[in-house]
């Protein structure tokens, strides 16, 4: 059976990754509430979540888009034009040699899904702000990982563990 609010419907965009039923689980994905992004351009929003990524689109309207990724909600919302000098500056912390961009948001996939969707992104030219790689090798915690910008500039990052208990393991 499907989850309360899943959609039994799903908007297919051709090309687009294959995005696995809200009803089935997989093992290690963490369930958000909600993730907000912010953009001026709807239609890239819609290109990118929808085109790209392949989330199946749920409510919107003229200021906002709602997401499924990977079963988690996220909500493209269109920002005011903003002034000269509002934008904050870019902030990276380094981990395991890479410096990461904060903030950022993803979502923690099955390894086979993680490799699906870098082999379409790659394929499809994304500019990777942290190349697809494996980090923390040989140490509690490896993952694959990588992250990208969508079209106003959002961090995101997809990850995946050979071992799905090593999420919070120290």
Known sequence: GQRPGAQAQRIQVPGALAV???????EGVQRLEATVVAGDDLAA???????MLGCPE??????????????????AHLKRPSVAGDAPEAHHNPVDGHDVPVP?????????????????????????????????VGEVGEQATMFFLDPSGNALEFKAFADPTQLFAK
């Open 20 to 26: 696995l039923p809200l009803d089935r689980q997989i």
């Open 45 to 51: 929003a819609r290109r990118f979540y929808g085109g």
């Open 58 to 75: 749920g409510r919107s309207s003229d200021t906002w888009i709602d997401f499924d990724l990977f079963g988690h909600q996220i909500v």
């Open 104 to 136: 950022h948001f993803g979502v923690v996939l099955g390894l086979e899904e993680w490799r699906i969707l870098r082999d379409r992104l790659t394929g499809a030219g994304v500019e990777f702000v942290i190349e697809p790689t494996v980090r923390f």
